[in-house]
């Protein structure tokens, strides 16, 4: 019996050479499907944060609080001294918004791991860490959606502040960007972390208090650390370990066109630590998640 033209076009032996052209173009689906996976979860971060225009809003209110309030009320008695990367004596609200602006950095990592929280039990992440896709790369793809609108959200806070005369060189803004997305890296990172260890929203609200205040307000970002070593040296020792400081400082350095070593190996350093943590503590076989019983807390 004699086979079909159409046939003999789809069935090819292991020695014909259809083999190697399908295995090498499996092998180039694997990569594709790795960015498919990366742009499909950053796509989808993009359009919940343009679609919730409340979210982008109330983001910048707590910044252009303080800037535009308490920054006008200790504008008399906070000034700062010239010490680098200022060149003379600056003005309080000069000084505060590269703090200002990680603060938003700040929020919104741990908003992203808030939702992260709520996708890992019922959401779409769900569904992905129960998927062959590695844990590093989920982790990763949600780490650097939250990094982009976060930067997003901290240029648009350095477009408004920029009308109140800061200062700031123009090369500044772009020499900070790569400062913004190494901070937000750490800074999500943190989040990612944190949120592995709290498996209900009700308790990832008193987590974020534990967190976002203290490293906050113990840090150079609202007063600069020789003040506080005046006051306390047991202070500002905690203020000089703490890592939203250094992301502050490389973030302050990068505006005014300089560049902050130590300040850029501890912020790298902490990234990679606290990504590797919660890279295991998702490993359903290792972290936290095992525990559980898996991503859902089902039986696995």
Same mark, same amino acid.
């Given at each position: 019996?004699?086979?079909?033209?159409?046939?003999?076009?789809?069935?090819?032996?292991?020695?014909?050479?259809?083999? @190697?052209?399908?295995?090498? =173009?499996? $092998?180039?689906? *694997?990569?594709?499907?790795?960015?498919?996976?990366?742009?499909?979860?950053?796509?989808?971060?993009? /359009?919940?944060?343009?679609?919730?225009?409340?979210?982008?809003?109330?983001?910048?209110?707590?910044?252009?609080?303080?800037?535009?309030?308490?920054?006008?009320?200790?504008?008399?008695?906070?000034?700062?001294?010239?010490?680098?990367?200022?060149?003379?004596?600056?003005?309080?609200?000069?000084? +505060?918004?590269?703090?200002?602006?990680?603060?938003?950095?700040?929020?919104?990592?741990? #908003?992203?791991?808030?939702?992260?929280?709520?996708?890992?039990?019922?959401?779409?992440?769900?569904?992905?860490?129960?998927?062959?896709?590695?844990?590093?790369?989920?982790?990763?793809?949600?780490?650097?959606?939250?990094?982009? +609108?976060?930067?997003?959200?901290?240029?648009?806070?350095?477009?408004? &502040?920029?009308?109140?005369?800061? *200062?700031? @060189?123009?090369?500044?803004? /772009? !020499?900070?960007?790569?400062?913004?997305?190494?901070?937000?890296?750490?800074?999500?990172?943190?989040?990612?972390?944190?949120?592995?260890? +709290?498996? #209900?929203?009700?308790?990832? &609200?008193?987590?974020?208090?534990?967190?976002?205040? @203290?490293?906050?307000?113990?840090?150079?970002?609202?007063?600069?650390?020789?003040?506080?070593?005046?006051?306390?040296?047991?202070?500002?020792?905690?203020?000089?370990?703490?890592?939203?400081? =250094? &992301?502050?400082?490389?973030?302050?350095?990068?505006?005014?066109?300089?560049?902050?070593? +130590?300040?850029? !190996?501890?912020?790298?350093?902490?990234?990679? &630590?606290?990504?590797?943590?919660?890279?295991?503590?998702? *490993?359903?076989?290792?972290?936290?998640?095992?525990?559980?019983? $898996?991503?859902? $807390? *089902?039986?696995?």
């Amino acid at each position: 019996m004699s086979t079909p033209v159409g046939a003999s076009a789809t069935i090819a032996s292991p020695t014909s050479p259809v083999a @190697p052209r399908e295995t090498a =173009h499996l $092998g180039r689906l *694997d990569a594709v499907g790795y960015l498919i996976c990366l742009g499909g979860i950053v796509r989808r971060e993009l /359009l919940r944060f343009f679609n919730q225009k409340e979210r982008f809003f109330s983001a910048l209110v707590r910044p252009l609080v303080w800037l535009f309030i308490f920054a006008a009320g200790f504008r008399n008695t906070l000034g700062v001294s010239i010490e680098p990367p200022y060149q003379t004596y600056v003005l309080y609200e000069v000084y +505060v918004v590269p703090g200002l602006a990680v603060m938003i950095q700040l929020f919104n990592g741990m #908003q992203s791991s808030l939702s992260m929280v709520y996708d890992r039990e019922v959401g779409s992440m769900k569904v992905l860490l129960t998927s062959p896709y590695p844990r590093w790369l989920l982790l990763l793809a949600k780490l650097i959606a939250g990094v982009t +609108v976060s930067v997003v959200q901290a240029y648009a806070f350095l477009a408004i &502040a920029w009308f109140w005369d800061l *200062d700031i @060189p123009a090369v500044g803004y /772009l !020499a900070a960007l790569p400062a913004f997305i190494a901070a937000g890296l750490m800074l999500g990172s943190i989040g990612l972390l944190l949120s592995s260890m +709290v498996k #209900q929203l009700e308790n990832f &609200a008193s987590v974020m208090n534990f967190v976002i205040f @203290p490293m906050f307000f113990a840090s150079s970002a609202l007063y600069p650390l020789w003040r506080i070593r005046e006051s306390s040296e047991t202070l500002y020792w905690i203020c000089e370990c703490n890592p939203f400081t =250094h &992301a502050v400082q490389l973030v302050r350095f990068a505006l005014y066109g300089q560049f902050e070593p +130590v300040s850029c !190996a501890v912020v790298l350093g902490v990234t990679f &630590a606290f990504f590797t943590l919660a890279v295991v503590a998702y *490993d359903p076989g290792r972290g936290i998640m095992a525990r559980r019983g $898996g991503p859902a $807390g *089902d039986p696995s």
